[in-house]
């Protein structure tokens, strides 16, 4: 009986951990006018250490959650100097990836969006992107639709979803 209650309930704490990431994928694509909730995200982000070494960062989110083993970093070589949209810009040479994702979200706003929209076009790509804007404080406080902006911070499950997205390509590149 003990083993069967211990399996009961690790299945309840998946499926409650599960649903809830669910539910903020859900959430986010009704926010964002997506067809269905993003399975695969993909999220940029540019760091540079002064103006030089400039290095791009992707993180993966497979279901809501870190996908480590897909995490890239890509040198940018094109330019020297601080230029996070040129950065964006940049095509990788492996840009062979195997799986195209359901949504694009890069650390910054409208600037970065218009930098890899033209990109993504040129290599016929065509996946939602978004900007994720923070506030003064480094808090994830918007998305970028590249034309405007969707207010997320009531959206609380979606809300904290875009948010660990943001801290984890931010702390990754």
Do not use: W
Request: aromatic letters at 6%; proline letters at 4%.
């Amino acid at each position: 009986h003990l083993c069967i209650k211990n399996a009961n309930e690790h299945l309840a704490q998946n499926a409650g951990r599960l649903g809830r990431e669910f539910a903020a994928l859900e959430e986010l694509a009704q926010l964002l006018g997506l067809p269905q909730a993003p399975e695969y995200i993909e999220s940029y982000d540019i760091s540079h250490t002064f103006g030089a070494d400039n290095v791009a960062g992707m993180v993966v989110f497979h279901n809501g959650r870190p996908m480590k083993k897909a995490y890239k970093k890509f040198a940018i070589k094109g330019f020297d100097g601080q230029n996070d949209v040129g950065s964006m810009q940049e095509d990788p040479e492996d840009s062979t990836f195997k799986i195209l994702p359901d949504l694009i979200l890069l650390d910054g706003g409208d600037a970065q969006v218009h930098a890899v929209l033209p990109v993504l076009a040129g290599m016929h790509i065509d996946v939602p992107v978004f900007g994720m804007v923070k506030d003064s404080k480094h808090r994830t406080r918007a998305i970028s639709t590249g034309g405007g902006e969707i207010q997320i911070n009531a959206n609380r499950q979606s809300f904290t979803l875009v948010s660990s997205i943001q801290e984890e390509v931010h702390r990754f590149a």
